[in-house]
């Protein structure tokens, strides 16, 4: 258990749909953290949050991509009008409290665009 | 600004045989590094951290890796490999005391072979 639970783990779509994931953060924690890997690289930061407040997000892919935090609880990653090359492995991640350095993973959302 | 280059895309050993997957970041500021592991469909899990103090940092699965700060590098190794560390590793770099944003490298597939 990373403490992190994301919803669904798989999910296929037409392009053109607009798609959204959801990460539910089952641990303490100050951060929380999404990220894109597409097949064979490794995780690209797209956007963060301490607490409800989405302090990074200049690096979201396009204005397609968009996140949300309500309440500073469980957050979600939209992506609208989806297109091929947004098939990738969606993970979200959580920053435990003060005391830690380190990332928790969930086990991601594969989304495969056809 | 931070980054991770991990050299190899692949590395093969026999089983029993050493594992070396090597490692060399670049930052402005005194790095935080961590060794991840994924399987397939998995997220990641953390096998190791640096923060400070000891460079020789021990992990779990047997994992090690050591931080040279004149070589810029972080190379994991374990002594003897099994079957069951056939994954994907990276390496990862975040600017410690600021928004320990973890950038990753592209990452190394290890195949063990029997």
């Known amino acids: 258990d990373t403490g992190v639970s994301q919803d669904p783990r798989h999910k296929i779509t037409k392009r053109g749909q607009n798609v959204t994931f959801r990460c539910d953060p089952i641990s303490e924690h100050n951060r929380l953290y999404w990220y894109r890997q597409t097949l064979g690289q490794g995780p690209e930061f797209l956007t963060y949050?301490?607490?409800?407040?989405?302090?990074?997000k200049s690096r979201l892919l396009s204005d397609r991509f968009s996140a949300e935090r309500p309440k500073g609880s469980f957050s979600t990653l939209e992506i609208q009008r989806t297109e091929q090359g947004d098939s990738a492995m969606y993970l979200c991640?959580?920053?435990?409290?003060?005391?830690?350095?380190?990332?928790?993973f969930g086990q991601g959302t594969r989304l495969t665009v056809v | 600004a931070q980054s991770v280059t991990q050299l190899g895309s692949h590395v093969s050993v026999s089983e029993g045989a050493l594992v070396l997957l090597r490692c060399n970041y670049s930052s402005s500021v005194p790095p935080y590094l961590f060794w991840y592991v994924q399987y397939p469909n998995q997220g990641l899990q953390l096998l190791l951290k640096y923060t400070t103090g000891a460079t020789l940092v021990k992990g779990i699965n047997g994992f090690e890796a050591e931080f040279k700060k004149s070589e810029t590098s972080f190379h994991l190794t374990k002594p003897s490999a099994h079957m069951s560390d056939a994954a994907e590793y990276f390496c990862?770099?975040?600017?410690?005391?600021?928004?320990?944003?973890?950038?990753f490298g592209r990452g190394t597939s290890l195949i063990v072979h029997p």
């Open positions: 949050f301490q607490n409800e407040a989405q302090l990074e």
């Open positions: 990862a770099v975040s600017e410690g005391g600021g928004s320990y944003i973890p950038t």
């Open positions: 991640a959580i920053r435990p409290r003060s005391g830690n350095t380190e990332a928790f």
